[in-house]
């Protein structure tokens, strides 16, 4: 949805370049940055975005290597422009040392001199449906401006949703939930992984990794394997009664066509067992 909305503002997204392992690949991102500057399009690089911890889609979660290359490339390119950390999911580690494993923009010296703003949700980790989010920002001019933007668009956030929020940090009912609903994802994760396996997904070449937190499993298909929303694969999980979101869909640029995110945060284990199987069942006739 987000990548629709730039869509929309006349942005065009372009990934960052990962390597085999979806680690940040910092020689290919500085090859990017020149290719921008030799075609003339680096005045147009307005921003750098990325979801730091169990990101959507994939799980993933950018260490402390990985941010530090990120920015040292960027300034080696002479390309210091606002950088937006979206730490949605930072609370939804299963080990809850995970959030503060490392710092955030804000807090890390390494991005010192961007423009930054980090930006996060009471709702992921509590009740998704308070929608509840915050952001903090280092540069005056810019966070001002999307005051002003915001405050056109919905009149500020609702004071009960707020006020909600606001009791249950004062009480402790927060850290409560927390914790329930870290041991709830853990369960459901755990439930649909061993569903994929025990329905033979590695052995038809599909691979993933098992997130330490979040609420996704990222699935790369056999190679030449189309998952999109119009392929025989799609119908095949159509016909079983399953759903997943097309990878393809997930990427500003040069997207895979193998790819899937299933997403286990909704349903209970033994849902998740069975849209595991159906899921392996799919794959299975389509081969």
Known sequence: MFLELLGGLGVRARSLPVDADGRLDAPALRALLRGLRADGERARLKAVYFVSWFSNPSGRTLDLAQ??????????????????????????????????ACPGILGD????????????????????????????????AWRDAMLHVKGH?????GNFAQAVLEHALATGA?????????????????????ALIAGGLPALGWRWQRPDGGLYLWLEGPPGLDTGGESEFCRACLREGVLY???????????????????????????????????????????
Request: aromatic share 8%.
């Open 153 to 157: 668009h919905d009149f500020g956030t």
């Open 109 to 140: 010296p390494a991005w010192d001199g961007f423009p930054r703003l980090y930006t996060s949700t009471l709702t992921k980790p509590f009740a998704t449906g308070l929608k509840v989010g915050y952001g903090a920002c280092d540069c005056p």
């Open 67 to 100: 941010r530090h290359a990120l920015a040292d490339a960027l300034r080696a390119e002479d390309c210091v422009v606002p950088v937006l950390e979206d730490a949605a999911y930072r609370e939804l580690g299963y080990d809850a040392a995970s959030a503060s």
């Open 245 to 287: 979101v097309p990878g393809a869909l997930c990427h500003g640029d040069d997207a895979p066509r193998n790819t899937v995110r299933l997403s286990f945060g909704v349903l209970a284990p033994a849902q998740l067992a069975e849209a595991g199987a159906r899921f392996c069942r799919a794959a299975r006739a389509v081969g």
């Open 174 to 194: 927060f850290d409560a939930q927390l914790a329930t609903l870290r041991e709830a994802y853990r369960a459901k994760r755990d439930a649909l992984h061993a």
